[in-house]
């Protein structure tokens, strides 16, 4: 049993945006939620898991371009594509990407998940620095339920970094990595569907799927909800 207390109505997840699994894992778990007419009742909360904290290591374009093979085809309509952008324009650290999250929740918990979206889609499709405030706030300007200033405001005083890395640190050593589900049931999953080992060292080799079954997403809203 984990340790997480998730209220009635939510999913907690773990995530890093420059996850790769966890953009296809939220994906899936979004588009489930919405066949099964549960977009108004279910909400997500996306909580830090700090990879390049975790992992001791910046986020290099050696550890995850090798995954862009393996991920992408998982769902193809993400377009997730090769780093299309100069490498010295790499982004290095997720965090204040995922701080600009964090703010976004205090507005709406939609106002989070669209940016959190945009964000991952705008690293694995479309190339752009997403550790950079202006690309952030750029991003945030095509989110609908986010509201620019009001986040340019939270980035530029900090106010979300604090409890996002308190939560952060308090729960780091019970998460099994990104993306890992919390449910109020008391049952969690990490990375549900699929199964991968890693051929060679990161950043000098590359995952291998072993296993795929994006229908678990189907029950796991069941259980969620």
Not at 93 to 115: C, D, K, Y
Not at 170 to 188: K, N, Q, T, Y
Request: charged share 25%; glycine share 6%; aromatic share 6%.
């Amino acid at each position: 049993m984990s340790r997480i207390e998730v209220p009635d109505g939510t999913i907690v997840v773990y995530t890093d945006v420059m996850c790769g699994w966890s953009t296809v894992a939220l994906h899936r778990f979004y588009r489930a939620r919405h066949e099964a007419g549960l977009d108004d009742q279910l909400e997500v909360d996306l909580r830090l898991f700090l990879l390049e904290d975790v992992n001791r290591t910046p986020l290099t374009s050696s550890i995850i371009e090798p995954e862009k093979p393996v991920v992408g085809p998982l769902e193809p309509d993400l377009d997730i594509t090769p780093w299309q952008g100069d490498l010295s324009a790499w982004p290095v650290t997720s965090l204040p990407a995922n701080e600009a999250v964090h703010a976004a929740r205090a507005q709406s918990p939609a106002a989070a998940e669209q940016l959190d979206m945009a964000l991952r889609l705008a690293f694995w499709r479309d190339s752009r620095c997403v550790s950079m405030r202006h690309e952030i706030l750029a991003i945030a300007d095509g989110c609908e339920a986010v509201d620019t200033d009001e986040l340019r405001a939270a980035l530029d005083d900090g106010r979300a970094r604090g409890p996002m890395m308190a939560q952060y640190l308090r729960d780091r050593d019970v998460v099994a990595g990104s993306p890992h589900f919390f449910l109020s049931d008391g049952s969690d999953q990490h990375n549900p569907g699929i199964s991968f080992h890693q051929q060679g060292t990161t950043g000098a080799g590359f995952p291998v799927l072993d296993g795929d079954d994006p229908k678990a997403y189907d029950e796991l809203v069941r259980r969620a909800a």
